[in-house]
């Protein structure tokens, strides 16, 4: 620090940035949920943060910007269940994880059940949220199929599958029940529907 303390101030200005975004951020979730995405405004947020709408504007653009960071944090929680290691040493082990995983990732969209409602409404109306669930989903894709090929150099899974295929339907499968558990239309348990999913995709991919 120099002698006029600068950095300190500097510091002080980043700390309390980062509070008025979390902030600004809270007030979201809780107006998002009242209200819907369509009839949420960014001077309901800004009202129920307490702070300027100067400051707020500074953070973020608009409310999609917004419900795009609280998209972020909701969806690390179900990413952190796709990251779990996975080096399994036979094909009953790889089938082991792979149903640990699906039933997690399903009875995430259970505990989520309202942010991913709010989600599902913001994805069919604005083109910016659509574009970031598409990213978000590609993201997941190549997680799995980076496992897939794992599996096949272990001479676990079928070779002559393109991995990234198999990728792209499991992770629909696992999208299209989310869905239905976040409409509450799904048939059978949880985890009824983490068993089928994991027996028909293991004894398809797995040798």
């Known amino acids: 620090m120099d002698m006029h303390g600068k950095p300190d101030v500097v510091d002080k200005r980043h700390l309390r940035s980062i509070k008025t975004k979390q902030k600004l951020l809270e007030a979201a979730r809780e107006v998002f949920l009242e209200e819907g995405f369509q009839k949420g405004t960014i001077s309901q947020m800004?009202?129920?943060?307490?702070?300027?709408?100067?400051?707020?504007?500074?953070?973020?653009?608009?409310?999609?910007?917004?419900?795009?960071?609280?998209?972020?944090?909701?969806?690390?929680?179900?990413?952190?269940?796709?990251?779990?290691?996975?080096?399994?040493?036979?094909?009953?082990?790889?089938?082991?994880?792979?149903?640990?995983?699906?039933?997690?990732?399903?009875?995430?969209?259970?505990t989520e059940r309202r942010m991913m409602q709010l989600f599902e409404q913001a994805i069919g109306i604005s083109h910016s949220i659509s574009t970031k669930w598409r990213a978000i989903r590609e993201k997941f894709i190549q997680r799995i199929s980076k496992d897939i090929a794992f599996a096949q150099a272990c001479g676990l899974a079928r070779a002559e599958l393109n991995n990234s295929l198999v990728a792209r339907g499991w992770f629909f499968t696992n999208e299209m029940y989310l869905w239905e558990i976040v409409r509450n239309e799904h048939q059978g348990t949880v985890e009824e529907i983490a068993q089928t999913m994991t027996a028909v995709y293991a004894n398809g991919l797995y040798i």
Do not use: C, N
């Open 46 to 110: 800004i009202k129920k943060a307490g702070i300027g709408y100067g400051t707020a504007y500074v953070h973020f653009e608009g409310k999609e910007e917004i419900l795009m960071v609280l998209m972020d944090d909701v969806m690390e929680k179900f990413y952190e269940i796709a990251e779990v290691s996975f080096v399994p040493e036979t094909k009953e082990e790889a089938r082991q994880i792979i149903l640990l995983q699906a039933t997690a990732f399903l009875k995430m969209a259970e």
